[in-house]
């Protein structure tokens, strides 16, 4: 016997008009590409969603069409999330950190009709516009009085494409299970795999992010986002703050110390939230400037491991708490949470930290287990460590049109982690099972660079590793063995791959050695080596 309840779909539409009726005067505050710094209200916000929602249905946009932004954490990329997702198409975030081959390859891939870029990022899409013929339509996110000259076609501003648009529209009603978001994975190897996020799982994951255990958002919060909306969806803070009220900060293109402690100082948010390269350098700038993040509570650092340093500088220096979270692109992203419990009231300092190590405990809605290689169910004692597997709600079933089933078994996803749960059902990540290196939270696949320099005439065996770095916490160190006679040196490699490879992507080094480590089938073995070169690259 099914409950009596009403079936009210969860779409995302539904998060700006109950915050545009509820919460209307919660502020907005963004640093533009332009220099200024802009603020308005969340009514303001849904407004302007709906002027675009208008233009976009006026110019032939249709429910399910891809709609491509390529921009930062502003007041204009919050409204392309809702005016977009709203009207039923689907917004596509892309990462401007992948390289000209993965952009030209997803927005083909996605078949993305139009495509909104902050002026930022324009040479990027000059670059390739000859390989991206399909788009119709380039939206630069200015006024036309900051319109740059640009190579691209079909370009118009986003302040003129609204401008003239009305301010009433009813959003439609669809099935919540429609696809809303697409964001591709950074890749390991091969080509980027798109995750499409439903309004479904989209506003869920929202809900349970909002809860006080897990990030703990109210009306009385002020977030800072330093996370990007190009990836994850800035860990759901658009929606979890539109839904509760809490006044947003957005960083725009200033992601160093200096421009954070700005608009730390002058909005006085208390939740900040980012991958830990962003944090050493605003850690960093406080100790040169011997200021104190007063209105700073939390910390969420999540993307990579935070380290021991970081949560005891920010408690110590700051008196502010770390909260550790895991999660993934295909987890929308939220999996773990490691936020304050009643237990480490009571416990040592030490203790805390080593706890606060961990990558916490899942949220409501997500189920975990380690397995074995038979995939076997391994004991959660905080020892055994084995593949995570993990399911729920907000988790894919599948890539978008790609038919890769390798990482679902048995209706669960398996992350590509290796990680160890205790009896408390806290989660600490061992490693990637793929020796993926994370340079300041972004992926670089050691063997895309492994296939790339093996090109070198003179490289006979290739072998790249991730090694501790100060600012980007891991940096990717080539190590080669030449052919006999040859005198190639670390910069002729370099030189050879500075074409073939994104820029940020390029060895700190080159060492030559004369052999390298094998497993019995034949794989290089990085475990030793990692070890081996573990501070090679620290001062
Ligand atoms: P992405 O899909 O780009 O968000 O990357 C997800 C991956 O980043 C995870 O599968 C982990 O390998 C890694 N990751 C995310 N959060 C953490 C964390 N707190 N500690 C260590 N690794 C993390």
Redesign the pocket.
Known sequence: MHGNMMDRPLLVSSIIDHAATTHPHTEIVSRLCEGDIHRYTIKDAATRSKKLANALIKRNISQGDRIATLAWNTHRHYELYYGVAGMGAIAHTINPRLFPEQLVYIINHAEDRWLFVDLTFLPLLEAIKDKITKVEQFVILTDDSHLPETSLPNVISYESLIADESEQFEWPEFDEKQAAFLCY??GTTGNPKGVLYSHRSTVIHAMASIATDALGISEKSCLLPVVPMF??NAWGTPFSSAIVGAKMVFPGPGMDGASIWELVDSEQPDLLLGVPTVWLMLLNHMDEIGKKLNSVQNVV??????PLSMIQRFDEQHDAFLI???????MS?IGTINNFTPAMRSMSKDARYSLQLK?GRPCYGVEMKIVDDANQALIHDGKAFGHLMVRGPWITNGYYLNDDRSSFVDGWFD???VATIDPDNYLS?VD?AKDVI?SGGE?ISSIDLENAAIGHPDLQECCVIGVAHEKWDERPLLLAIKTADSTATADDVKNYLSDKIAKWWMPDDVVFVDSLPHTATGKLLKIDLRKQYQDYLMP
């Open positions: 994975t950074s990836h994850v650092v999540g993307g990579s491991a935070a550790h979270a895991w999660g993934m692109t295909e992203p990558q992350t590509g982690d990540l990637r994370k992926w």
